[in-house]
């Protein structure tokens, strides 16, 4: 190892030690209560099975979730990531040093949750045959965890806020899982055999720690990737204010924006006549219900409508 | 000696907005060498370019012979950069930072840091979030001259600092550029680019008005004033490059570029002028001359009448 990639681990082992600790801490204290509780014996010894099992497979997950936004978006927000560009160093030892660190935290707090549970586990006569059990299972878990930390990588490198990286986290694993399943499915299906199962999860590991490591290439070297100078090229989402103001008129109004799709603009035709039929339709809805009421403030007011449709309409129409 | 820093026909857009436009720029090694702008010039920008943070739009860009776009990691290597606001780790002590740091730079880094911190008197078991913001600069300056770079990067350091910490700073500048280094500056600090700098750029708006040394620039340009009989009266405008223009009642006044010597002359006894008289101007009168929209700018036309409104 290197001075500057083992500068980069020490760095990044301070970064994640709050959280690794927090983690060994609730998993020693947790299992400590389940102990307590069963002594105490106001819960079965099933359901505190269930519980430490449950806790075995959460807390890992975790560390596994958060630390890839404390190492990543986090440094990004705080501006340290962008200080690290200007010093000379390799990217490659920046990205490295994040996923080598954030790994070993990951067995780190999977190994004392562990071991805690097999302790309070041989307080607990009752066995909960549940995902502890096998050692196929135990992988699984591990498997799943080492998944969601790359996931949690990727997710942070592709975006620059800690929470939207941490929200997308989730629909990219939910993803990821039916594909896992399906996958796992149809290997042993035809198989009949666990190893090319393996074969293929280890292979999925690398291909997103091959993925992380593009996206932290692009991410730390704005000139060749990404960044938001040059996503700004691109027609984004955008609240525009503008305000007008005299003695007499003093105002201000918001106009939500949207990129406009390539398709849209040959969809242009096609929506200046449906919304002729649109605004026609309204109109006959409104003036049936007017009639029906003889109501004429009503009536009054469904031509007010039908004038900010037509006045909504013209300005989406202007745009396209 | 060949440029530390070279420009060719950068361009750079953000949508609709130019950053820059057609930048050419040559800058000698052993200066201080000044980037003046007001907010939003794009210095920040051209900046971003030369140390591979930002790629142009069009052109080419180097610093030390090596390529900005594609020789970023040995660019960073032969170069210090210190932005207006750095982002440290603020949960390392001073001492730490300098630890840290020193991995990626050749041996010797860490003694100097050392000494540097001492010199600028910052304490070095402080964690940096409990420094003062002038501390801190100080410890993003030690960084980045701990490794001895042939160019230091300053853009904007000293704002929002107090006067004593600005002074160490702007003597820093001048220490390095004593022993041969570069400085590269970018400032709207007119009063302490004018006490340190060799050379001066000036940006507006995208655009590169001026390069120059500074002796040369302020002894290049003068104002002229020139107070006429009447105050409806219309006089011929100097020779030389007329940067702006202004008229308050029956008094004119041109900041001028390349006045010749015998400039009086075109101010004859006919012309109902009182009073002539020319006098060297300041930096900031200079730069406001060439920022300031709100003067009117001329071109080289050597037959020209003054055209400004009285005021």
């Known amino acids: ?320 | 000696m060949s440029s530390v820093l070279s420009l060719k026909n950068i361009s750079k857009r953000f949508r609709h907005t130019v950053a820059l436009s057609d930048i050419n720029l040559e800058v000698p090694p052993g200066v201080v060498f000044a980037l003046l702008g007001e907010n939003g010039a794009g210095k920040t920008t051209l900046i971003r370019i030369l140390t591979g943070f930002l790629a142009a739009d069009s052109g080419t860009a180097s610093v030390l012979g090596h390529n900005c776009s594609s020789d970023s990691v040995a660019i960073r290597r032969a170069v210090g950069y210190v932005s207006d606001a750095p982002a440290l780790y603020d949960w390392m002590t001073s001492v730490e930072i300098g630890w840290f740091t020193s991995a990626f730079y050749p041996e010797g880094f860490a003694a100097r840091y050392r000494e540097l911190i001492e010199q600028f008197s910052v304490p070095p078991t402080t964690k940096i979030k409990h420094l003062s913001k002038g501390q801190r600069a100080k410890v993003a300056l030690a960084i980045a001259v701990s490794h001895d770079p042939q160019l230091l990067i300053l853009d904007e350091p000293t704002s929002g600092l107090d006067p004593m910490v600005r002074r160490q700073f702007l003597e820093s500048m001048v220490d390095r550029a004593a022993v041969g280094r570069t400085v590269l500056l970018s400032s709207h600090q007119i009063g302490e680019v004018e006490r340190v700098a060799d050379w001066v750029a000036i940006l507006h708006r995208g655009e590169l008005k001026i390069v120059q040394p500074l002796e040369e620039l302020k002894s290049n340009v003068q104002i002229v004033t020139a107070t006429i009989d009447t105050s409806e009266g219309v006089i011929a405008m100097p020779r030389g490059q007329v940067l702006s223009e202004s008229r308050t009642g029956r008094q004119f006044r041109w900041v001028v570029k390349d006045l010749p010597s015998d400039w009086q002359a075109d101010f004859g006894t006919g012309a109902g002028v009182t009073k002539l008289s020319a006098m060297r101007a300041t930096l900031e009168e200079i730069f406001i001359a060439v920022c300031d929209d709100k003067v009117t700018p001329h071109g080289d036309d050597p037959v020209r009448m003054s055209s400004v409104e009285v005021a």
């Open chain 1, 1 to 320: 190892m290197n001075s500057a990639f083992a500068r980069l681990v020490w760095k990044d082992t301070l970064l994640i030690r709050p959280l690794v600790l927090l983690i060994v801490v609730s998993a020693i204290a947790s299992n400590a209560m389940i102990a307590v509780l069963h002594v105490s014996n106001y819960v079965s010894p099933l359901n505190l099975t269930q519980l430490a099992t449950t806790l075995w497979t959460l807390l890992p997950s975790l560390l596994a979730f958060g630390a890839p936004a404390l190492m990543v978006a986090t440094e990004e927000e705080n501006g340290t990531l962008n200080w690290l560009r200007t010093l000379a160093l390799r990217r490659r030892d920046v990205i490295w040093a994040k996923l080598l660190v954030a790994i070993a935290s990951l067995v780190a707090a999977w190994t004392v949750s562990t071991l805690a549970l097999n302790l309070v586990l041989q307080f607990l006569p009752e066995r909960y045959t549940g995902t502890t059990d096998t050692v196929l299972n135990q992988l699984t878990v591990g498997y799943l965890n080492i998944q969601l930390l790359l996931v949690g990588f990727v997710s942070s490198y592709l975006f620059r806020s800690p929470i939207v990286g941490l929200v997308a986290v989730v629909p990219l694993m939910i993803g990821l899982l039916l594909l896992d399943g399906w996958v796992a499915w149809e290997l042993f299906k035809t198989h009949q055999s666990v190893v090319p199962m393996v074969i293929a999860a280890i292979t999925g590991l690398l291909l997103l720690a091959w993925l992380q490591y593009r996206l932290g290439q692009s991410r730390l070297s704005p000139a060749h990737g990404y960044s938001y100078e040059s996503l700004s090229r691109y027609p984004l989402p955008m609240i525009r204010c503008s305000t007008a103001r005299s003695e007499s008129d003093c105002r201000v109004s918001l106009e939500l924006r949207f990129p406009i799709p390539r398709f849209a603009i040959a969809a242009k035709t096609m929506w200046s006549t449906e919304r002729e039929a649109y605004l026609k339709s309204w109109r006959e809805v409104l003036g049936w219900y007017g009639g029906q009421n003889d109501a004429g403030p009503i009536s009054a007011n469904a031509d007010f409508l039908i004038e900010i449709l037509r006045e909504h309409a013209n300005q989406d129409s202007a745009r396209l």
